[in-house]
T-cell receptor
């Protein structure tokens, strides 16, 4: 079984400031890791994913995340946020084997960018 | 259309009634997933289709929930004898294949309210 913990339900930040959204996971097997973003009144959109290789993953809109196996973390970062980054962010994991890409999501972090 | 389409976008029904939620995946995508997102929670997996068959239905909460994909394209999620606890946003996603790690493309969801 897998689980995902997003410790921060809300993160307020000023425009052009850096931000880090935290994600920790628990799994008895190796996993793939994902970050999805949900803008108001829109569907979930993939920001980035870690499958293998370099532990630093770059995604769309200037976001990046670092996979840390020893700390079972996959924190999302952006060096300078914009008002348009205001959205709900979900961390998710899936197993490496088995049928399909069944995702287990965290509870989400609401990022609110203020002027 | 280019994306995953879900209809209706909103559905209000009375307790005890039967509802059907429809998902049109991206053309050519063989994998289709249903998730349920309750208020303040992340999406929870319900069922995964590979082609016409339900490859994993381990997330369906009880036998009131059923889903079909008869021609390997459009899918319908069916809920019998609805309860107030079924109120949630029901999300559909599709992937080109069912391989682990492949990107899932989400629709905007159907908001179901049981009164």
């Amino acid at each position: 079984a897998q689980s995902v913990t997003q410790l921060d339900s809300q993160v307020p930040v000023f425009e052009e400031a850096p931000v880090e959204l935290r994600c920790n996971y628990s799994s008895s097997v190796s996993v793939y890791l994902f970050w999805y973003v949900q803008y108001p009144n829109q569907g979930l959109q993939l920001l980035l994913k870690y499958l293998s290789g370099s532990t630093l993953v770059k995604g769309i809109n200037g976001f990046e995340a670092e996979f840390n196996k020893s700390q079972t973390s996959f924190h999302l970062r952006k060096p300078s946020v914009h008002i348009s980054d205001t959205a709900e962010y979900f961390c998710a994991v899936s197993g490496l084997t088995g049928g399909g890409n069944k995702l287990t999501f965290g509870t989400g972090t609401q990022l609110k960018v203020e002027l | 259309g280019a994306g995953v389409s879900q209809t209706p976008s909103n559905k209000v029904t009375e307790k005890g009634k039967y509802v059907e939620l429809r998902c049109d995946p991206i053309s050519g995508h063989t994998a289709l997933y249903w998730y349920r997102q309750s208020l303040g929670q992340g999406p929870e997996f319900l069922i995964y289709f590979q082609g016409t068959g339900a490859a994993d239905d381990s997330g369906l909460p009880n036998d009131r929930f059923f889903a079909v994909r008869p021609e390997g394209s459009v899918s319908t999620l069916k809920i019998q004898r609805t309860e107030r606890g079924d109120s949630a946003v029901y999300l559909c996603a599709s992937s080109p294949t069912g391989g682990p790690g492949t990107e899932a493309f989400f629709g905007q969801g159907t908001r179901l309210t049981v009164v």
